[in-house]
């Protein structure tokens, strides 16, 4: 479980695939309170690290399956040596919950299709899969590339979410651009609302 506040931003270093695509990543944590098994949302994935070293910067590596590939930016936009990804490492019992539940279990991606800078912060707006649309509710959470945000206003598929100047210097939406596809991910509780709502629509 993560909470959607980006703690990193890592770098990608290398990319290959023996098998599964594999990648490794820097990062500034302490590699040595990273162990192997670890989970650590990059850019929203959930990936489980298989290696670690520090040398020429602190990196941990992470196998990305064939599915995870086809549902997510990885394999629509793809990742190369220099991609900057949002990370976050797994919630812990006491931390603090600031964002909203997360699982790294992405559902599809989304475009970004307009950005508006206003007195510092910029809205985006975002157009979303037609089958996840319906769960993405004004004041709603949504995660977009592992961040925890409020959704401000809905249209259709399209929705927009504003980011501060904060968000945008501690994550990598400070660069991004329209055209844009993002992990995304349907809050948990808006899901099981929509299944209730199915099972018992009276």
Not at 16 to 44: E, F, H, K
Not at 135 to 148: E, M, Q, R, Y
Not at 178 to 197: P, Q
Request: net charge negative.
């Amino acid at each position: 479980m993560f909470t959607g506040l980006i703690t990193d931003i890592g770098d990608v270093l290398e990319v290959d695939r023996p098998g599964d695509l594999r990648a490794r990543i820097a990062t500034a944590y302490d590699i040595s309170t990273v162990p192997l098994g670890a989970s650590i949302a990059c850019d929203g994935i959930c990936l489980t690290v298989i290696d670690t070293g520090t040398a020429p910067r602190n990196w941990f590596a992470v196998e990305i399956s064939a599915e995870t590939v086809s549902k997510t930016n990885v394999g629509q936009s793809g990742w190369s040596p220099g991609t900057r990804l949002n990370l976050e490492r797994a919630l812990r019992v006491g931390d603090e919950l600031g964002g909203h539940i997360v699982s790294g279990h992405v559902d599809g991606t989304a475009e970004i299709v307009a950005l508006r800078h206003e007195n510092g912060s910029t809205r985006i707006t975002i157009d979303a899969p037609e089958a996840l649309a319906r769960f993405i509710a004004p004041k709603g959470s949504v995660a977009l590339n592992g961040t925890s945000l409020t959704v401000n206003d809905v249209t259709g598929t399209r929705f927009d979410v504003n980011l501060i100047p904060h968000t945008k210097s501690v994550t990598t939406w400070g660069g991004v651009a329209e055209g844009d596809l993002l992990n995304i991910e349907i809050d948990t509780m808006a899901r099981y609302v929509a299944r209730l709502r199915e099972m018992d629509p009276d």
